[in-house]
C-alpha cells in the first residue's frame, strides 16, 4: 500500500479502504457505549436493593420500590440518611421517599426539622416537606423560626406552609397606582347598528355615445 502511496496511485482506492475502517469501528463503538450507561444505572438499581435490604426492607418490598423510581440512588439514599438520623422505621419513610420530585432534598429537610430541637418525632413533617415545592428553603424557615421563637414544630411547619403557598398578589393589575379604569360605553341597543345601515345608491344614467363623424369623399 505505501509502495502505491509513493507512486500515486490508487488514491481513490485508499480513501474507500479508510472510510470503511471509520465506519467499521464507529458501529463496534456504539455497542460498547450502551452496554455501559446499561451497567450504570443497573448498579444504581443494585445500590437501591442492597440498601434497603441493609435497613430491614423485606425483599419484595425493596425490589417493588428501587423499580418504581426514575432515580433509585437517591430514592435509596433519602430513606438511609432518614433512618439513621431520625431513628424511623425505614418501611414508614418509603412511602414519602418514593413520592417526593428531589427526594435528598425531602431527606435534608425532615433531618433538619426533626433534629433542630430535641422533641419527639413528629409523623406529619411527612407530609409538610412533601408538599412544599421547596423543601431545604421550608425546613430553613421552620428551624429559623423556632430558634427566635417559642412554637412547636406543627406551628412553625403552618406558618411557613402557608407563607410559601401564598399565591396571590403576584399577578400585576394592568393599571396604574395613580389612575382609574375606564368605563367603555355600551351600544344603545334601540338606535339602529352602524354596520347594519342600508345604503342607497343613485342609479347611474348612461352617457349617449356619439358616432363618429364619416369623412367625405371629393
Known sequence: ???????????????????????????????????????????????????????????????????????????????????????????DILPSCR????PEDLATCVVNISTSKRDSFDPSVFNYCGRSLLPARFASCVVGIRREIDYSAVQAMDTCIDASDRLGGLLPSFLPGNRTPVNTPVPNQSQPNQF?????????????VQPAPVPQRE
Do not use: H
Not at 413520592?99 to 428531589?102: G, K
Not at 347594519?196 to 349617449?208: A, D, G, H, K, L
Open 99 to 102: 413520592s417526593a420530585r428531589r
Open 196 to 208: 347594519n345601515r342600508t345604503f342607497e345608491t343613485t342609479p347611474i344614467q348612461p352617457t349617449p
Open 1 to 91: 500500500m505505501f509502495k502505491l502511496l509513493k507512486k500515486g496511485k490508487y488514491t481513490t482506492s485508499l480513501a474507500s479502504v479508510l472510510a470503511i475502517t471509520g465506519w467499521f469501528s464507529s458501529v463496534f463503538t456504539l455497542p460498547a457505549m450502551g452496554q455501559t450507561q446499561s451497567s450504570t444505572f443497573g448498579s444504581d438499581y443494585r445500590a437501591c436493593a442492597g440498601r434497603l435490604l441493609r435497613l430491614g426492607i423485606t425483599p419484595e418490598a425493596a425490589s417493588q420500590n428501587c423499580a418504581a423510581v426514575l432515580r433509585p440512588r437517591d430514592f435509596s439514599n433519602c430513606v438511609t440518611r432518614i433512618q439513621r438520623q431520625t431513628q424511623v422505621a425505614a418501611a
